[in-house]
């Protein structure tokens, strides 16, 4: 539009992101030669671009944490799920050996089990240390720290088969009691769920925001461009013609922003994952993005793109169709 | 360039068997036209364009001329009354078909309406580019259209740049390059030099010979007098005036179209 008035009109359809024209080679883009022609590029609001890309940044980064909480909780879920724990809470040290040896003797031969394993008195130790000091549990008499068994399932640690358990380890060790490790964890499990709810209620608001951004920009694109979308009706032009000029510059400008929200928001990813990792917890370390995370993260400036120009067509479309 | 047939056929049909009653290419019947809820500024208009025909539009400055041809190149639709083009009720006509007919029409309007960013090139191609025709036959007629009417060498130059004179050439030529059925010109030669207002008014007898019903809106005694056999529409404040009732009932043409 800026071009000298006798420059030779071969020079457009034109782009300001000539790197992003391919997009309109896409079925959803494409536009035909003459029907480029028709109108100028059309430039939605100045900021469009940017505003896509900040837009699926922040998306990048919400889908990213829903996906790493997903798979820090299935991790610690599938590692819990068979796990039980069995205590043997006797104040005398050589009865409680004795009730915890008959009870690893009986789990080793119980169906049920897949292993079962008596925790050393060095791992007992590592566990109170925080509350009781170095080497608590060493002197027996004076601290009974409870013996324990940790159990591997072969399946879920169901409340059935915990009362199976139970009925089986009375008779061998009255002092056993029996616990679903996966039960203490629930509060955990329902606060991530929390979380990813939040960043799926997160990227919904974001597209919302996009959506009607995209209205805004085409709705101002539309008055601008008035004059002459009237002048090309009148010449027999159809609202599809006129819709995918509009449809294409706004795939060029979701395009473009697009990638650079995705840049954005993988340097994002990056610098928390760096932050994450260094805590070296157990929970923070399972939630690591697989190949189809990324796959899945890559899709998102496509179906932003998408999204965008099935916007601008549908409001375009319904723009004109309040002209005759 | 595709020639449209429809109309085309019908009129040559009617031409070859002069026994036929021309069919009507466009008929208005008790025609009422408002704007919000003022006075109708188009009262009970009716009448008959018929293929082939040259008609002038005549009127004071106010008495509707550009109302009504803003009903026939339907952009406007009529408070009352019935249109019918080409054979179809143009008013109950679905937005969908409306492309298809308005390619049927070629307009020139009394402010050109060029637009701004295109070429004069690319203006004047605009009608074969939305019709679909491909570059490749786009050039040479849209050249030799521009040669024509003397604007060979402006071919790049942007509405802004030309004079009003050379727009409304651009204009005229967008309105003809597409071979429309119906030609419509709101005062088509108020901004050309007297020899030029002539070299047009040739073209639109040379369209109207082959068969294009040709409706020019003018003030222009001079330019009435200068084509025979054309039918003249007088409006005056709104209401057409057609004491002979030739408009509804025009004379017989002795030979084919515009050949007396």
């Known amino acids: 539009m800026n071009a000298p008035a006798d420059e030779p009109a071969t020079r457009w359809p034109a782009t300001k992101w000539p790197a992003t024209k391919w997009i309109t080679r896409l079925p959803f883009a494409r536009t035909r030669e003459a029907d480029a022609r028709l109108l100028p590029v059309v430039q939605f609001a100045g900021p469009m671009p940017w505003v896509i890309a900040i837009m699926i940044a922040l998306t990048v980064v919400a ?3 829903a996906l790493a909480l997903r798979n820090a909780a299935q991790s610690a879920r599938s ?14 040290p050589d009865a409680r050996n004795r009730q915890a040896d008959a009870a690893l003797a009986a789990l080793q031969h119980d169906g049920a089990v897949r292993s079962a394993r008596r925790v050393a008195q060095d791992e007992l130790n590592t566990l109170v240390e925080p509350w009781l000091g170095t080497r608590a549990g060493d002197d027996l008499d004076a601290l009974p720290i409870p013996a324990l ?8 640690a169901t409340p059935a088969r915990l009362a199976a358990l139970r009925t089986a380890l009375q008779k061998v060790a009255p002092s056993a009691r029996i616990d679903a490790q996966a039960a203490w964890l629930v509060p955990v499990f329902r606060a991530m769920a929390a979380l990813q709810w939040l960043a799926a209620g997160l990227i919904a608001l974001l597209a919302s925001a ?5 209205l805004l920009a085409s709705r101002n694109a539309l008055g601008n461009h008035r004059d002459t979308i009237e002048i090309v009706h009148m010449l027999g032009g159809t609202d599809h013609q006129i819709a995918r000029v509009f449809q294409r510059s706004m795939a060029i400008d979701a395009a473009a922003g697009g990638v650079l929200g995705l840049l954005a928001g993988l340097i994002a990813i990056a610098a928390l994952g760096n932050q994450f990792a260094a805590l070296g917890s157990g929970m923070t370390a399972a939630a690591v993005l697989g190949w189809s995370d990324w796959l899945l993260i890559a899709g998102i400036p496509v179906l932003g793109t998408v999204l965008s120009v099935l916007t601008a067509r549908l409001s375009v479309l319904a723009a004109l169709r309040r002209l005759l | 360039m ?28 008790n025609v009422g036209l408002r704007y919000g809820t003022d006075r109708e500024v188009l009262s009970d208009v009716s009448f008959t364009l018929y293929p082939g025909r040259f008609y002038f539009l005549t009127g004071a400055s106010g008495a509707g001329k550009t109302s009504l041809l803003k009903l026939l190149y339907l952009s406007q639709r009529p408070s009352r009354g019935l249109i019918r083009m080409f054979g179809t009720d143009a008013i109950t006509l679905p937005r969908d078909r ?25 203006n004047v191609a605009l009608p074969l580019r939305v019709a679909g025709v491909s570059e490749r036959d786009i050039a040479r007629p849209v050249a030799d259209m521009l040669d024509w009417v003397g604007l060979g060498d402006r071919r790049h130059a942007r509405p802004a740049t030309l004079s009003g004179g050379e727009q409304q050439r651009v204009a005229i030529a967008r309105a003809v390059i597409a071979r429309p059925d119906i030609l419509i010109a709101d005062e088509p030669t108020g901004n050309v030099d007297p020899d030029m207002a002539i070299k047009l008014l040739r073209l639109f007898e040379s369209m109207n010979r082959l068969g294009t019903t040709v409706v020019v809106a003018t003030h222009d005694l001079h330019l009435i007098s200068s084509i025979q056999d054309s039918l003249i529409m007088r409006l005056d404040k709104g209401r057409l005036h057609d004491p002979t009732g030739a408009l509804r009932y025009p004379p017989r043409r002795s030979g084919p179209a515009g050949q007396p």
């Open chain 2, 2 to 29: 595709k020639r449209k047939t429809g109309i085309t056929c019908q009129f040559h049909d009617s031409a070859a068997s002069m026994n036929q009653p021309d069919p009507e290419i466009v008929h208005f019947d």
């Open chain 1, 149 to 156: 068994i940790d159990v591997r399932l072969d399946g879920t």
């Open chain 2, 98 to 122: 409306l492309p298809g007919f308005r390619r049927r029409l070629g307009v020139v309007f009394q402010d050109f309406r060029l637009v701004p960013h295109l070429s004069a090139f690319d």
């Open chain 1, 210 to 214: 996009t959506v009607f951004a995209v």
């Open chain 1, 63 to 65: 889908a990213a944490s």
């Open chain 1, 79 to 92: 590692e819990l799920e068979g796990g039980v724990t069995v205590q043997i809470v006797f104040a005398e």
